[in-house]
C-alpha cells in the first residue's frame, strides 16, 4: 500500500484480509520511510472462526437505530469512513440499542476490543 508521504498530520490507512486463515491471525504494519528505514507496529491477533461470529450488528442497512449484540466484554468503538473514532463505550457484554439517526449517512466501522482480539462489523447507515 503506497504511503501519503510526509505529513505532520494523522493519516489512517486501512487493510482488508478477504482470506484470512482457520483459527487465530496476526497481523502487524511495516512502516517504511524515504532512506528505507523501516518499523513495526503492535502486532494484533484476530480469531475469525466462530469468536467473529459472536459479534452482531442489525439491521444493516439501518436509518434510525442498530442493536449490537456480543456475549464478549470490552471496548465498542464506532469509527467514520475515514477511520476517526465518533463513539466509544465499556461494552459488559449483551444486546443495547444505540440511536443513528443523528449520524451522517455512510459506512462505518464497529470495532469490538476485547483480551481475546479484535471483532469488527461494517454498518452502512442510510
Given at each position: 500500500m503506497q504511503a501519503a508521504g510526509f505529513s505532520t498530520q494523522?493519516?489512517?490507512?486501512?487493510?482488508v484480509d478477504d482470506d484470512p486463515m482457520s483459527g487465530v491471525n496476526y497481523?502487524?504494519?511495516?512502516?517504511?520511510?524515504?532512506?528505507?528505514?523501516?518499523?513495526?507496529?503492535?502486532?494484533?491477533?484476530?480469531e475469525p472462526d466462530a469468536y467473529s461470529q459472536s459479534f452482531h450488528v442489525f439491521p444493516n442497512p439501518a436509518k434510525d437505530r442498530i442493536n449490537i449484540q456480543s456475549h464478549r466484554s470490552?471496548?465498542?468503538?464506532?469509527?467514520?469512513?475515514?477511520?476517526?473514532?465518533?463513539?466509544?463505550?465499556?461494552?459488559?457484554?449483551?444486546?443495547?440499542?444505540?440511536?443513528?439517526?443523528?449520524?451522517?449517512?455512510?459506512?462505518?466501522?464497529?470495532?469490538?476490543?476485547?483480551?481475546r482480539g479484535v471483532l469488527m462489523q461494517r454498518l452502512i447507515k442510510d
Amino acid at each position: 500500500m503506497q504511503a501519503a508521504g510526509f505529513s505532520t498530520q494523522v493519516k489512517n490507512y486501512l487493510a482488508v484480509d478477504d482470506d484470512p486463515m482457520s483459527g487465530v491471525n496476526y497481523y502487524r504494519i511495516r512502516q517504511v520511510d524515504h532512506d528505507g528505514a523501516y518499523d513495526y507496529s503492535t502486532t494484533i491477533a484476530i480469531e475469525p472462526d466462530a469468536y467473529s461470529q459472536s459479534f452482531h450488528v442489525f439491521p444493516n442497512p439501518a436509518k434510525d437505530r442498530i442493536n449490537i449484540q456480543s456475549h464478549r466484554s470490552g471496548r465498542l468503538i464506532v469509527k467514520d469512513m475515514m477511520g476517526r473514532p465518533i463513539r466509544q463505550m465499556d461494552w459488559k457484554g449483551g444486546t443495547q440499542v444505540i440511536e443513528i439517526d443523528s449520524w451522517p449517512n455512510g459506512v462505518y466501522t464497529l470495532e469490538l476490543e476485547t483480551t481475546r482480539g479484535v471483532l469488527m462489523q461494517r454498518l452502512i447507515k442510510d
